[in-house]
Structure formats: C-alpha cells, structure tokens
C-alpha cells in the first residue's frame, strides 16, 4: 500500500515570498490533515478535510494560510506571504474515515523562511 | 481543556537497555491513545494504538500500557538499538465526532553504543 506523498521535501523562502505544499493521500482515505511541527514540538494541527469539505481549520492562520482539497483527493497547502516563523515542517496526515482510525503521516515539507 | 503531557523531555541511553516514557493526559471523553515514532527528518509512524478498555499492546519491542483511570500510559522499549533512537509522539483522540488528535510534544530518545 503506498503511503502518504508530499512534495517537496525541502523548501527555502524568504520572506514575504509565497510558497505551497503538495499533499496526496493515501486511497480511499477520506481524511486529511496538514499539520505544522516547529522544531522540538509536537505537531500542530492546521486544518481537517473529510474528503472535499472542512471539518476543523480553527488554527490555521487565514490571513496568511489557505488549503484546498479538491475533488477530496490531493490537497495543497499555501502560506502566502510567508514570515520567519512560518519556518517548520508541514506534516500531511490522512485516516481512512476520522481521527477515530489510524492516521498515516507523510514525511513532511521541512520550510525555511529567511 | 485537553492536553497531553509527555515525560522525560529527553533520554540518552545505553544500546540494550529497557526505557520507559511517560504520557499523562486530560483529554475526555477518550477513545484511543497513540504512540508515534517519529524519526529525524521524516513523518510520526503509528507504533500503537489502544482503546479505553485495553491495558497493554505490544509490537515487537514496544509495549504500551494504558490507565484509563488514571489517565496514564507509557511506551516500555525493551533492548534498545541504535535505531530506536527517534521522538516518541503520545496522541489521544477526542472521543467527540470529528474533533482532532491531541498531540503530546514527545520524548526525545538517544540511544548510544
């Protein structure tokens, strides 16, 4: 079973620059989520689809983030203009039907803001 | 409001000894806990999950115990390697329709040769 694919893996910025992650989940997973783990931290959730609709964005920062999943499928992450403290790692998680099953993780997008 | 608390913040120890690692949680009503390992540079793996009605699960050298009562679970590693050194990432799901994971800001384990 393939797993979760995100893209890319590394990305450098400087700031005010735009910048979007890729995410593809794994199949027949109506669940996603993008998280972001600053260093030392455990993962923060930023936003919740179950499949096209969104269950839980109360900590993504709207003024500067956005997501979209279309088609329930793919999804992609955007942090437009991005900030110095924007610099982490973005974690794509999906479970097959809510966060009562198991969530997968991607390996993530490790950003840079300089 | 629901948090969850893992201890040590960090552990070194000495390839092929026993560790135990801490999670303490406030989450309720409850549905199931996790234990991730997320090693440096990739995404958390899933290691365990248990349900409110069960005490223990094991995966090979990993042990999970679970206190519903108490609110207390802890990841016993038995004769560690050098590659179990890794975060270890403490989850509880809200047991409340589509409400997040509560993750715990984990255990950073070294082990050395």
């Known amino acids: 079973e393939a797993g979760v694919a995100q893209s890319p893996r590394y990305k450098i910025i400087e700031k005010r620059q735009s910048v979007a992650f890729w995410c593809n989940p794994i199949?027949?997973?109506?669940?996603l989520y993008w998280y972001q783990q600053i260093l030392g931290q455990g993962p923060k959730l930023l936003i919740q689809?179950?499949?096209?609709?969104?269950?839980?964005d109360s900590q993504l920062p709207k003024d500067r983030f956005s997501a979209e999943r279309l088609k329930g499928v793919d999804s992609t992450l955007k942090i437009q203009p991005a900030k110095l403290e924007d610099s982490a790692v973005y974690l794509c998680?999906?479970?097959?039907?809510?966060?009562?099953?198991?969530?997968?993780f991607g390996q993530g997008t490790r950003l840079t803001v300089v | 409001k629901n948090q969850v608390e893992q201890s040590p913040q960090s552990l070194i120890i000495l390839e092929g000894k026993n560790c135990t690692l801490q999670?303490?949680?406030?989450?309720?009503?409850?549905?199931?806990l996790r234990w991730y390992k997320q090693d440096t540079g990739r995404g958390p793996v899933s290691l365990t999950i248990?349900?409110?009605?069960?005490n223990t699960k094991s995966n090979g050298r990993y042990t999970a115990t679970l206190d519903a009562d108490t609110k207390q679970s802890s990841l016993h590693i038995t004769a560690s390697q050098l590659s179990d050194s890794a975060s270890y990432i403490c989850?509880?799901?809200?047991?409340?329709?589509?409400?997040?994971?509560?993750f715990g800001k984990g255990t950073r384990l070294s082990v050395i040769a």
């Open positions: 998680a999906s479970s097959l039907d809510g966060p009562l099953d198991a969530a997968f």
């Open positions: 199949s027949g997973h109506a669940t």
């Open positions: 689809f179950q499949n096209n609709g969104v269950v839980d």
């Open positions: 999670c303490n949680y406030t989450v309720s009503p409850f549905s199931n």
């Open positions: 248990m349900t409110f009605s069960e």
């Open positions: 989850v509880v799901t809200w047991n409340s329709g589509n409400t997040p994971l509560v």
